[in-house]
């Protein structure tokens, strides 16, 4: 017992040492990613630790795990409701309740009629689709009816987006920040109460071993999209799996750069993969707001076949309320010559991506 406890305490110890070093490569940003697993998992070893027999090095060990869980604590404490925020109410002045559903469906997932069964179970104002291919976008077309306007970026390399609505759509733009394969859609809308505001969908590639080498890509084209929102006036959501962690550097660069909110401080994780596998799920599909915009509920969706669980929000536009001004922070002089670096090295990364990727 006493040999598994040592090796799980220093493997913990390296995974938290690991993310704090300033390297793009894979093996040092992956585990970022399961700091909540990481930190069950050094109390579950401080508890090994208490049923091993008396040796004269344990306390060290047992307090070296106190540490270490209090420094992973501060950070996940946020992401709960045990962390206070205000609370909105809704008032007369604001626009109506609208509703959404993003979800990563996977590309090659076939369970089409899942999918939209929970289209149609839920009912959303407008919906995006992550990794959707040409025949995801023919399955889909059971769903144009009711959602007369949308736009398309029908790609089979695994980053194909769809957006669907019942909300007309005034302008929608893609862009292709840091390569000519990785889409990021930007679509104005205007509500029937007469409410403008703008949806943004990401879907940067991951750092991993069986993709990208460096994070330097997804980092980037996260970057991009806060500059570009940065110069909107209207309310912005930004939304999508940005194969990032909220309490990650780039993704604190992204909200500081933005100037928006993570509406997950204070209330959950919203973990959404891996859909199969409960005690390794990681909050990878996150969102951000601009202050006039008020969210009700943020949740995930039951799982449709795919390796995401699909994210649902509620949320209503309000100009005339302040009150959540003081969430935005904003980028330094330093982060903000950081974030234009980062952008940069992102645009000079070559992904060596195929154009159709098949499943293995």
């Given at each position: 017992?006493?040999?598994?406890?040592?090796?799980?305490?220093?493997?913990?110890?390296?995974?938290?040492?690991?993310?704090?070093?300033?390297?793009?490569?894979?093996?040092?940003?992956?585990?970022?990613?399961?700091?909540?697993?990481?930190?069950?998992?050094i109390f579950f070893t401080f508890i090994l630790g208490l049923l091993t027999e008396t040796t004269e090095y344990l306390w060290y060990y047992q307090g070296l795990l106190a540490v270490l869980f209090i420094h992973h604590g501060q950070t996940l404490i946020k992401y709960t409701p045990l962390y206070p925020v205000k609370k909105h109410r809704q008032r007369h002045i604001s626009s109506e309740k609208l509703h959404f559903i993003s979800a990563?469906?996977?590309?090659?997932?076939?369970?089409?009629?899942?999918?939209?069964d929970l289209i149609k179970k839920y009912s959303p104002d407008f919906f995006m689709t992550m990794e959707s291919n040409e025949d995801w976008e023919k399955a889909l077309k059971a769903l144009e009816g009711d959602?007369?306007?949308?736009?398309?970026?029908?790609?089979?390399?695994?980053?194909?987006?769809?957006?669907?609505?019942?909300?007309e759509i005034k302008h929608a733009k893609t862009h292709y920040?840091?390569?000519?394969?990785?889409?990021?859609?930007?679509?104005?809308?205007?509500?029937?109460?007469?409410?403008?505001?703008?949806?943004?969908?990401?879907?940067?590639?991951?750092?991993?071993?069986?993709?990208?080498?460096?994070?330097?890509?997804?980092?980037?084209?996260?970057?991009?999209?806060?500059?570009?929102?940065?110069?909107i006036k209207d309310p912005v959501i930004v939304v999508g799996d940005f194969n990032n962690v909220a309490w990650s550097k780039s993704s604190i660069l992204f909200r500081k750069t933005s100037?928006?909110?993570?509406?997950?401080?204070?209330?959950?994780?919203?973990?959404?993969?891996?859909?199969?596998?409960?005690?390794?799920?990681?909050?990878?599909?996150?969102?951000?707001?601009?202050?006039?915009?008020?969210?009700?509920?943020?949740?995930?969706?039951?799982?449709?076949?795919?390796?995401?669980l699909p994210v649902?929000?509620?949320?209503?536009?309000?100009?005339?309320?302040?009150?959540?001004?003081?969430?935005?922070?904003?980028?330094t002089r330093e982060e903000e010559a950081e974030a234009k670096v980062m952008i940069q090295e992102g645009i000079e990364e070559d992904g060596n991506r195929d154009t159709v990727v098949t499943e293995d």
């Open positions: 017992m006493w040999i598994v406890y040592i090796t799980l305490a220093i493997l913990l110890l390296a995974l938290t040492i690991l993310p704090k070093i300033q390297n793009s490569h894979w093996v040092f940003r992956v585990p970022e990613f399961a700091k909540i697993q990481i930190t069950y998992l990563n469906v996977y590309q090659f997932n076939k369970e089409y009629s899942r999918f939209i959602y007369p306007y949308q736009h398309k970026v029908t790609l089979e390399n695994t980053y194909g987006m769809h957006f669907y609505s019942r909300i920040f840091v390569a000519d394969d990785i889409p990021s859609i930007e679509i104005h809308m205007k509500t029937n109460d007469g409410f403008s505001f703008v949806f943004f969908g990401v879907h940067p590639p991951p750092p991993s071993p069986t993709e990208e080498e460096t994070s330097k890509e997804r980092d980037g084209d996260l970057l991009s999209t806060a500059q570009r929102v940065k110069d100037q928006l909110i993570d509406p997950r401080i204070g209330h959950s994780f919203v973990s959404t993969f891996h859909a199969k596998y409960r005690l390794l799920r990681f909050p990878i599909d996150l969102m951000f707001h601009s202050e006039n915009i008020f969210i009700n509920e943020l949740k995930t969706l039951e799982n449709f076949g795919s390796d995401h649902y929000c509620n949320f209503f536009i309000d100009h005339h309320n302040d009150e959540q001004e003081e969430l935005i922070q904003t980028a």
